[in-house]
């Protein structure tokens, strides 16, 4: 049965892969370009470095004799060799001069970056990342010549021989492996005091992060114990300490700390904004992952039932069961590592809300307590006056005549008795009112750290709603429309129009459970 016009193929062009894989000058240049770029960017950084070079307060961190400067070795030791064996295969190739320098000219800047940062007494991270960029761009170059062609029919590796693959291999190791593995420098959030046990997390390579190794001593001491103490538990990061947190998030949160007047909400994403960002990514790549399986199957079985027409394929089959593997692994990565961010922001929410709602609490206290003492200032001044003017007037009394003093001082007695007894009872009533304005306050504390605390947190993944939730549909859709043409539309206007049912459904029910 011939399926090939109800599951359609898109055919790639044998001209489009010779132009993306062919032995093409701006391709070849690709590491040039990268060089170029690095070049400028890192004068730039450094000009800037050294103008606030004044500001920086402690020691730099150093690398120190460890895995950290053993993979910083290795990666120069793998530069100058692809450096070496650069020059070699031009000069058996025949290349011009000019030709040899733009073919050498990146491994020779690449080289020259990774050797000043074996210094173990210096830190030096920003010329890794730039040698590590070149090495990786020379890698992409190397990937769309010699790796892609193996994945058609029709394109072969355009590089060959001994040299070149030795260079080839050289360049994929020190710019794809060594920066995966190379562990993470500890760089204290406080330089002046730096944080004495360190949590493995801080110092994991990208590789160990990315899959948990980092978290194999407590899962391996979980296993063979029946319970793990608390005292042998990973401390906490210093970037997770509630004081850092403060200094990062209250000049954007707290208005007495010089945060503008404006919804919490963007408050938050200001704090946050790079773990948003890489939320964001995570949630694309996420997305695309979940339809490669679909997808390399669709193209599998296209191959399987149109196997006897091999000029109608341009890809191996090997990539599409690679893809089927492949997708739903990296879909877990993604998802894996954002559920990983997306806790951590969570948790830091908390404490960032918490410590502003009861920095709030004690402003309203001290307030309170002044105003307090200013009503009590001015209560006791008439009362002392009052005073005064009694006894002033008995005395004065007196002298004139006295038999008039008994009486007077009997209605004195109990005018101030009556009095005292009033002023009791006004005491009362405003001692209980302001018990019931302390509870009442006091509720309305416990409220902001509990529920809408929970509230704020539980709506994290509002990129679920706004990002997920539209690119999966989107993509479902127009996977749907390649397979099954324009049919796939009446299927859309259905789901549309049959969205309201659910909830017409829900509210004649409890409608009817009520009656």
Request: aromatic letters at 12%; proline letters at 5%; charged letters at 20%.
């Amino acid at each position: 049965m011939d399926l090939s016009f109800a599951i359609p193929q898109a055919v790639l062009r044998h001209v489009a892969f010779r132009h993306l894989l062919g032995d093409d000058d701006a391709l070849l240049r690709l590491p040039v370009y990268a060089a170029v770029v690095s070049a400028a960017v890192l004068l730039v950084q450094t000009g800037v470095a050294f103008r606030s070079r004044g500001g920086s307060t402690g020691a730099p961190p150093a690398i120190g004799w460890g895995a950290i400067l053993a993979w910083r070795v290795t990666r120069f030791v793998a530069a100058a060799a692809a450096l070496g064996l650069s020059v070699a295969v031009g000069i058996d190739e025949g290349d011009t001069w000019q030709e040899v320098l733009l073919g050498t000219g990146p491994y020779l800047y690449a080289t020259f970056l990774s050797f000043f940062t074996l210094d173990p007494r210096k830190y030096r991270q920003r010329l890794v990342r730039h040698a590590n960029f070149v090495l990786f761009a020379a890698s992409a170059l190397y990937i769309c010549r010699d790796v892609i062609p193996l994945a058609t029919f029709t394109q072969e590796p355009l590089d060959r021989g001994a040299k070149m693959m030795a260079k080839i291999a050289l360049v994929f190791f020190s710019g794809l492996v060594v920066p995966l593995f190379t562990p993470r420098l500890y760089t204290p959030v406080d330089p002046s005091n730096p944080q004495k046990e360190l949590n493995p997390e801080q110092t994991a390579s990208v590789f160990s992060f990315a899959l948990y190794f980092f978290l194999d001593t407590i899962i391996f001491a979980a296993y063979r114990e029946k319970e793990v103490p608390e005292d042998q538990l990973y401390v906490l990061c210093d970037t997770d300490g509630a004081e850092h947190l403060k200094q990062r998030s209250f000049k954007f949160l707290d208005v007495f700390s010089g945060a503008r007047q404006r919804h919490p909400f963007f408050g938050l994403m200001r704090v946050y904004w790079r773990e948003f960002a890489t939320l964001f990514a995570l949630v694309v790549v996420r997305c695309l992952a979940n339809y490669t399986g679909p997808f390399a199957m669709n193209r599998l079985l296209l191959y399987i039932e149109t196997r006897d027409q091999p000029e109608s394929h341009i890809v191996r089959p090997w990539v599409w069961i690679a893809l089927v593997a492949g997708g739903p692994l990296i879909g877990a990565l993604a998802f894996q590592a954002y559920i990983f961010v997306n806790t951590r922001t969570l948790v830091w929410t908390e404490s960032v809300v918490t410590q502003l709602v009861f920095a709030h609490s004690l402003r309203i206290r001290v307030k309170a307590d002044s105003r307090d003492d200013e009503a009590a200032t001015t209560e006791q001044q008439p009362v002392a006056g009052e005073a005064a003017s009694e006894s002033g007037s008995t005395s004065s009394e007196g002298d004139a005549e006295s038999t008039t003093i008994q009486p007077s001082s009997a209605s004195v007695r109990s005018s101030s008795s009556s009095s005292a007894a009033q002023k009791d009872g006004d005491q009362k009533t405003a001692d209980k009112k302001a018990e019931e304005k302390g509870q009442s306050m006091v509720g309305k504390i416990n409220n902001l750290v509990t529920t809408d605390l929970g509230n704020i947190t539980d709506s994290r993944d509002f990129i679920d709603l706004f990002l997920y939730i539209p690119l999966q549909l989107v993509i479902g859709i127009y996977f749907l429309y390649v397979l099954l043409g324009w049919s796939v539309w009446v299927g859309v206007a259905s789901i549309v129009l049959l969205a309201p049912l659910p909830g017409y459904n829900y509210t004649t029910y409890f409608s009817t459970h009520v009656v």
